[in-house]
């Protein structure tokens, strides 16, 4: 399957308010995190949708691998 490629700008968008998509970027790969209960709104404790958390997840109580379980939609450019 072909990863359709999306700049900064375009991944802000999709934060769950300016567009109803919920994503974050982690290492390139952007996901989809919106069937998530913990991604309600678009947002995640102190973080927000739309982003790239790759620096943030040092901070998180949990690993890298929460990932798996969420669909990657894209890359980030």
Do not use: C
């Not at 890298?64 to 980030?76: A, Q």
């Amino acid at each position: 399957m072909d990863l359709l490629s999306y700049t900064k700008q375009q991944l802000a968008l999709r934060n769950g308010q300016d567009k109803p998509q919920i994503w974050v970027a982690y290492k390139g790969l952007i996901y989809d995190v919106g069937a998530s209960r913990l991604w309600k709104n678009g947002k995640h404790y102190e973080h927000w949708a739309g982003q790239d958390l790759t620096k943030e997840l040092a901070d998180a109580p949990h690993t890298e691998t929460v990932f798996e379980k969420f669909e990657v939609v894209g890359v980030l450019l």
